[in-house]
């Protein structure tokens, strides 16, 4: 009777515990699928998804003006190696190796492609007209064919504009004003980049207006900015002008010494030649629209469309002075360019 009673016992507990056991599974199991259930929950769940972005240079190097995008992609978010990777492709100023880098681009499938230039936009489109390209800091994107207006871009393209030519006549300006006398000015520009020739027939326009004789000096490569500036000196040119692309800004410390070494004041588009140790500058504020190129890549990824996206001109413009070049060169800068001026390098 004991054995039965103590048989029964075991029966009871053995049933105890698995109903416990039971019980437990159960309400895990519940728990699981009201998580799964929570959208938030489940999205939080899910692996992040990289994207991968292509960032496409004619330039030798990467600088300032690339980490002032990175910044601006920070702030929206986005954490290199966590849920993007930046694919940089740099042509080392060499134009005909642009195009191979950009169909490079291309095969790893980038979702989309940043490009600093006109001419680096011109070889993106041209290996894809799918995959969307954001320009960081274009010339005239609509001449070049590149888009159908600011307004409404259409096709894969958008992004920023630098204005380059239609502040010509403004810089010229003042470099008349800085110059005192000054009549003939010298232009060096990449003839190699058929963006600069646009550039360069504004400026003439531009000279035009303001009574100056312009002289172009064409440089193809490094090896050509020499005999540009021999032929400066030939043309007896007052002042250098220079246009800003690839070449111009890989070699810039150069020709900044090329020019104070004949004595020349120089003005240029963007403030890093100023900072290298040129005269002058006045141009946009190019960190600032390489900032804000990092609002297109978050729109587009997000599901915007290109060619719905109006392309943005520049809110900020700088003036930046560098006494110490002035005083290089023998020449007083005019209290009313300096009282104008943003920045003054003494």
């Not at 004789?213 to 032929?231: I, K, M, T, Y």
């Amino acid at each position: 009777m004991r054995s039965l009673l103590n048989g029964s016992k075991d029966r009871d507990n053995h049933w105890t515990e698995t109903s416990g056991a039971m019980r437990n599974s159960l309400s895990l199991l519940l728990i699981m699928l009201a998580l799964c259930g929570d959208p938030a929950i489940a999205e939080a769940q899910q692996p992040t998804k990289v994207r991968k972005i292509g960032y496409l240079t004619s330039a030798s190097g990467l600088g300032p003006l690339e980490e002032a995008f990175r910044q601006g992609l920070r702030e929206l978010g986005y954490v290199e190696g966590k849920n993007i990777v930046i694919e940089y492709r740099l042509a080392q100023g060499k134009l005909d190796r642009l195009f191979d880098l950009a169909a490079e681009l291309v095969r790893l499938k980038v979702d989309i492609i940043v490009t600093p230039s006109t001419l680096d936009a011109v070889a993106a489109q041209r290996a894809t007209r799918t995959i969307p390209i954001v320009m960081a800091a274009s010339g005239d994107s609509v001449a070049t064919g590149l888009v159908a207006s600011l307004a409404r871009p259409g096709g894969n393209v958008t992004g920023l504009t630098a204005l380059a030519r239609e502040l010509s006549g403004k810089r010229l300006e003042l470099l008349k004003e800085a110059v005192p006398g000054l009549s003939r000015v010298a232009v060096l520009w990449n003839a190699a980049n058929p963006d600069k020739a646009r550039d360069l027939e504004e400026t003439q326009v531009a000279a035009g207006t303001l009574g100056l004789q312009l002289q172009s000096l064409e440089a193809r490569g490094p090896n050509d900015l020499e005999s540009a500036f021999r032929a400066a000196n030939s043309k007896r040119v007052g002042a250098l002008f220079t246009l800003t692309d690839s070449l111009t800004i890989t070699h810039q410390s150069r020709i900044v010494d090329l020019a104070t070494k004949r004595g020349l004041p120089t003005l240029f588009q963007t403030r890093d030649f100023v900072d290298a140790g040129g005269l002058i500058s006045y141009g946009p504020n190019d960190a600032d629209l390489y900032k804000r190129a990092a609002t297109y890549v978050d729109k587009i990824l997000k599901g915007a469309k290109p060619g719905d996206l109006p392309i943005e001109q520049p809110m900020r413009f700088e003036l930046v002075i560098n006494l110490k070049a002035a005083k290089k060169i023998g020449l007083t800068i005019p209290p009313q360019i300096l009282m104008r001026a943003d920045k003054v390098i003494r």
